[in-house]
């Protein structure tokens, strides 16, 4: 398996949580940086947070102290923790890695991040 599988995203009111995994062949998530993008309608997809694979993590302005990035070597798995969510966070959101080796990037099919106000 090539491209990290999405889960967990949905409807929920703003200022609500949702937790986002995303699962990926093994070695994958601990070897690579892992990052979670999203995209609005009409909108350019943007970088929301990544964490590299020694732990490291960043987060889009707009996020900060409401999102947390969080990996499971284990599980072979990453997730997102979204807290406080804005309408303006509605979009589709996708797990990446990026391999140093070549510089490719791998998407997942993304899922759907649904705010209302």
């Known amino acids: 398996q090539v491209h990290p599988v999405e889960s967990g995203g949905g409807l929920v009111q703003a200022g609500g949580s949702l937790r986002l995994s995303c699962v990926a062949s093994?070695?994958?998530?601990?070897?690579?940086?892992m990052s979670w993008y999203r995209q609005a309608a009409g909108k350019p997809r943007e970088l929301v947070a990544s964490v590299s694979s020694v732990g490291s993590t960043t987060y889009a302005d707009s996020v900060k102290g409401r999102f947390t990035i969080s990996r499971d070597d284990g599980q072979n798995t990453v997730s997102l923790q979204m807290n406080s969510l804005k309408p303006e966070d509605t979009g589709a959101y996708y797990c990446?890695?990026?391999?140093?080796?070549?510089?490719?990037?791998?998407w997942g099919q993304g899922t759907q991040v649904t705010v209302s106000s």
């Open positions: 990446t890695y990026w391999v140093r080796a070549t510089g490719v990037t791998y």
């Open positions: 093994e070695y994958i998530v601990r070897f690579n940086v």
